[in-house]
């Protein structure tokens, strides 16, 4: 069965640092998520993206943060400058156009020191 | 804005019985979808099951049925015959429209199930 994946599982990071978080969504979907889980806290929207542009994006979804489909495979996000807060579990999520349903990734760990 | 609810933080049920999570939403759009996903302690988001706003019959899959009232904005989750393997989070979720759209989660209920 097809499922989205995300690499790597936990990153480890230093305040102010760059990085960037990886997804392979599943291979015929066209619609690409990001989410986050602050620990405890509950799931939240961060942006889309589809036709190879950003569709929506939440008040979280700022200028710190970007998204890229760099190679029709992979679906990037990148959090320049990371600070403490950052700290979360990211989720990847990819949906099809026929049905109304988002498969998600196993979430990448970010912890920021 | 779409705002989903959950009202019950943690929830205990015995093994073998039946639990019901509530949910309660609000929104001004006609056409929507909502989900209840389960969260293990892995912290994976699995899908449990999907009720399509504009089908009056409430949603079923296997042990998982929702009773969806769509006049009150209500959708709550009924596990029957609760296993030890339904310990996890359960998250209630809406996504507006019919074409694949963002999702915005409840904050979620923690299920224990009691052997």
């Known amino acids: 069965e097809p499922e989205v994946t995300q690499t790597p599982s936990h990153q480890v990071t230093q305040m102010g640092q760059e990085v960037i978080l990886r997804c392979v969504p599943i291979?015929?979907?066209?619609?690409f998520y990001w989410y986050r889980q602050i620990l405890g806290q509950k799931v939240e929207f961060l942006v889309s993206?589809?036709?190879?542009?950003?569709?929506?994006k939440s008040e979280i979804f700022d200028d710190q943060f970007s998204v890229e489909r760099p190679d029709g495979s992979n679906f990037t996000l990148k959090i320049r400058s990371t600070k403490l807060e950052d700290s979360a579990m990211y989720f990847c999520?990819?949906?099809?156009?026929?049905?109304?349903?988002?498969?998600f990734g196993p979430g990448t760990r970010l912890t920021v020191l | 804005a779409q705002t989903v609810t959950q009202s019950q933080p943690e929830m205990s049920v015995q093994e073998a019985e039946t639990v019901t999570l509530s949910c309660t939403y609000d929104t001004s759009e006609n056409n929507y979808y909502l989900f209840w996903y389960k969260q293990p302690p892995s912290r994976q988001m699995i899908l449990v099951i999907r009720?399509?706003?504009?089908?009056?019959q409430n949603a079923t899959e296997n042990r998982f049925s929702v009773n969806f009232q769509k006049a009150a904005k209500s959708f709550s989750l009924k596990i029957s015959d609760s296993q030890l393997g339904d310990t996890a989070m359960y998250f209630c979720a809406f996504m507006k429209g019919f074409n694949n759209n963002d999702m915005r989660f409840g904050a979620g209920t923690r299920l224990t199930v009691k052997p």
């Open positions: 009720q399509e706003a504009y089908k009056q």
């Open positions: 291979s015929n979907h066209l619609y």
């Open positions: 993206f589809y036709n190879n542009e950003i569709s929506e």
């Open positions: 999520a990819s949906g099809g156009e026929s049905y109304n349903e988002q498969f």
